[in-house]
């Protein structure tokens, strides 16, 4: 025999792991879609805004150009949409979009958080559990990037140009044959979007950072289109409208040669630029300090300068936004079945919207705008259809609804204060949370006069229909005993929730909680609002609550799925849910303490001063026009939601999904008008306007009328709506190959007005 002696080269391990992978959801009957790292960084989002993920969600309805204000979910408005980063809202407070300045006005800003920043993105558009809350329209949840022992990151940057780009027809001046003048250029258009992040090690094991720097710069070219008054018009202007003239052209606008199918009127074109700058920093710290207890802190800062032409006077609207979003979070393993989580939250929106219009003839417009109802018709200029609107000269800009005025500076913020405990138990799967958060605003209203001409005769005559003019809120107060100063806004929410997921069986699950909230009414910080009693036409005390807030708002969610076999789940589920309605619709009895006048048939310019003086020394005819509620005006609205799905695992790795999303809506928000016309007189001055009466005027033994108060803008709740919709939904993960996410809807929306 041969002896032969083998000798070991080493010790290899191989270790197998085998996962259980659902690509179906069977933990409970929500409708919604995660969005991993890698699809973030590879999806083709447009402009590298956050807001464009939104649509991997079923239910999701772009009604513009897919930025925060444009998309809804399962027939919610937009203003009941809930995004949060961290577990911390990240809403701009005034309204719950992030990407929106005053309540009325979209910003254009895109980095309210870089995608550098995202680990993961969850959209949840209906039948949401219970630990999801204070919206009842779609739950965004926005979970960031943290370091890790290996240093690792990226630099990029995204160039758009209009080198790049073919002349567009509509950039050219057309000639009333259609053919294009000489030395027209094209619509500026430079897009740059650039920055880099950064990770890794502080202490290997230990400690850890991530930061990431984005800017976005916009250069971009808009094109306007409105009507002038002609030669001929004007030449039957009166001295004081006449002097107006240099305020309907601005620099760099031109008149169209035989655009305009009436006399009276020409057809300019002006082409502007949009000017965007945006710079947003993020830095992430964490801090392991054993296997059980950990914490980290982040912090979100973008800053956004916007110059926003608005038409062919020169109208120029200037935008600032600061958001900020920060959060410190304590995580602790209590036991094996049982992990806590103590974070503290801070989330603040400074914004101001300005309106600047340029100094002409001598003239400053800069607190006016003149507005000429109607349009005109024009010669058929591409892409303008059949008519054009009339320009707008002077510099007030939109600030609500119902009113413009010179600026809106917001300073709000809000400090949250949550806790979670989760806890595993045999089959059952527990989680508690509760949050406390304290909701806080600056504010202000620039005012400014508002002239409103029924035709272009009448402006031509001066005789101005209506002219509103609007003090500031920070000026001397008629009605708080001079106060001056920007007004301050009080609100606190208090949540509470539970839920379970019962895995009954291997096939089988019922997730059921319950979450209830609580929204103080807003208050102002030292009672200085003006409470319009739509009743009885008086003033209340403004130590009154603005409106009512409900304390019985258990939301119960109860939701089970069902799984047939492996590749198939069927699930349904119900549940209540409540919002607390949108902020700058609860802010107006606080931004009405200001002098708010209307005067009919008068001329320009009217004495401001005076209307100021006389709104101060006449209440019974200083015709005040306050926002005002009804006295019914009830928080919080509620809609009840019910769903049924059928998901299955389909080949090539694809889930094919079918649902009937229905929901009723309740205590929803409606608007309307007081003091309305009660009737109409002829005056026995045949030179004289007709006898009109409203329903708190006050009739004089003369036979004439004093009115305090104009008509008055009013809001309350009890409106309800219906949604029924088929939703369907087709696919694959971005597992390897080709990712798809296909979605439809067939859907009905009814609601009262």
């Not at 305090?708 to 087709?730: C, I, M, R, W």
Request: hydrophobic content about 35%.
């Amino acid at each position: 025999p041969i002896d032969i002696e083998l000798h070991p080269e080493g010790v290899s391990e191989t270790v197998t792991v085998t996962a259980d992978l659902h690509t179906v959801d069977l933990s409970s009957a929500r409708i919604g879609t995660n969005v991993i790292e890698r699809e973030v960084q590879d999806l083709p989002i447009n402009g590298r805004q956050l807001s464009q993920l939104y649509l991997q969600a079923p239910g999701s309805l772009n009604s513009g150009t897919g930025t925060f204000s444009d998309i809804r979910f399962s027939g919610r408005a937009v203003q009941q949409n809930i995004i949060r980063y961290d577990g911390i809202e990240g809403s701009a407070i005034i309204d719950s979009s992030p990407g929106n300045l005053n309540g009325e006005v979209p910003s254009p800003f895109r980095l309210q958080s870089s995608l550098e920043n995202v680990q993961e993105f969850r959209v949840e558009s209906s039948n949401y559990p219970a630990e999801y809350g204070t919206g009842t329209g779609g739950q965004i949840s926005v979970v960031t990037k943290s370091g890790a022992n290996q240093v690792r990151g990226s630099v990029f940057e995204y160039y758009r140009s209009d080198a790049f780009d073919a002349a567009n027809y509509f950039d050219c001046l057309r000639q009333i044959d259609g053919s294009c003048s000489n030395d027209v250029r094209k619509s500026d258009l430079s897009q740059h979007q650039f920055g880099f992040s950064v990770g890794g090690p502080l202490v290997r094991d230990k400690s850890f950072f991530f930061g990431s720097y984005e800017a976005y710069r916009l250069r971009s070219g808009i094109n306007f289109v409105e009507a002038v008054p002609s030669d001929a018009a004007w030449a039957r202007a009166v001295p004081a409208i006449l002097a107006l003239r240099p305020a309907f052209l601005g620099a760099g606008a031109v008149v169209l040669p035989g655009a305009s199918a009436n006399p009276d009127f020409d057809i300019a074109q002006l082409q502007g630029q949009v000017k965007v700058n945006e710079n947003a920093f993020s830095l992430r710290l964490d801090h392991r300090f054993s296997q059980n207890w950990s914490v980290y802190g982040r912090y979100f800062r973008d800053g956004g300068q916007n110059t926003q032409p608005e038409g062919v006077t020169g109208r120029t609207t200037e935008i600032r936004s600061t958001p900020q979003n920060a959060v410190v979070a304590l995580q602790g393993i209590l036991s094996p079945t049982m992990l806590n989580e103590l974070r503290f939250g801070y989330n603040r929106t400074d914004s101001q919207v300005n309106g600047l219009f340029p100094t002409v003839g001598g003239l400053d417009l800069s607190a006016v705008t003149l507005n000429l109802s109607g349009s005109v018709a024009n010669t058929g200029i591409a892409g303008q259809g059949g008519s054009s609107g009339i320009a707008i000269p002077g510099g007030l800009v939109r600030q609500n609804s119902a009113t413009n005025g010179r600026g809106a500076p917001y300073k709000p913020y809000s400090m949250s204060f949550i806790d979670t405990l989760n806890w595993t138990r045999g089959l059952h799967s527990v989680k508690f949370g509760g949050e406390v958060r304290l909701v806080r605003m600056e504010t202000d209203r620039l005012g400014g006069t508002t002239y409103t001409f029924a035709n272009l005769n009448a402006f031509l005559a001066n005789q101005a229909q209506s002219v509103q003019y609007l003090g500031d809120v920070s000026a001397p107060s008629v009605f708080n005993n001079g106060a001056t100063g920007p007004r301050h806004t009080v609100q606190n929410y208090f949540i509470a929730y539970a839920q379970d997921e019962w895995k009954v069986t291997p096939t089988f699950t019922l997730n059921y909680g319950v979450r209830y909230e609580y929204y103080t009414p807003m208050r102002e910080r030292d009672n200085l609002a003006v409470l319009f009693d739509i009743d009885t036409g008086q003033l209340k005390d403004p130590t009154t609550p603005l409106f009512h807030s409900k304390k019985t708002n258990v939301q119960p969610r109860v939701s089970a799925t069902w799984a047939l076999n492996p590749k198939t789940v069927v699930r349904s589920g119900f549940g209540i849910f409540v919002g607390p309605g949108q902020t700058e619709d609860q802010i107006q009895p606080i931004e009405s303490d200001r002098v708010s006048s209307t005067i009919s048939n008068t001329s320009y310019p009217v004495n401001t001063a005076a209307i100021a003086a006389n709104f101060a020394n006449d209440p019974t005819n200083r015709r005040y026009q306050p926002r005002a509620y009804a006295n019914q005006y009830t928080i919080p609205e509620k809609v009840y939601q019910y769903t049924v799905s059928f998901q299955r695992e389909m080949p090539y790795g694809m889930v094919g999904t079918v649902a009937y999303v229905g929901s009723q809506g309740r205590n929803l928000f409606l608007r309307s008008i007081a003091n309305r016309i009660v009737s109409v007189a002829t005056n026995p001055n045949p030179a004289s306007s007709a006898i009109v009466v409203r329903e708190f005027d006050i009739v004089n033994p003369d036979g004439s009328i004093s009115r305090p108060f104009a008509e008055v803008d009013y809001k309350t709740t009890g409106g309800h709506d219906s949604y029924n919709a088929l939703q369907t939904q087709l696919v694959r993960r971005f597992n390897s190959g080709l990712t798809l996410n296909a979605d439809s809807a067939v859907m009905a929306s009814m609601g009262s007005e």
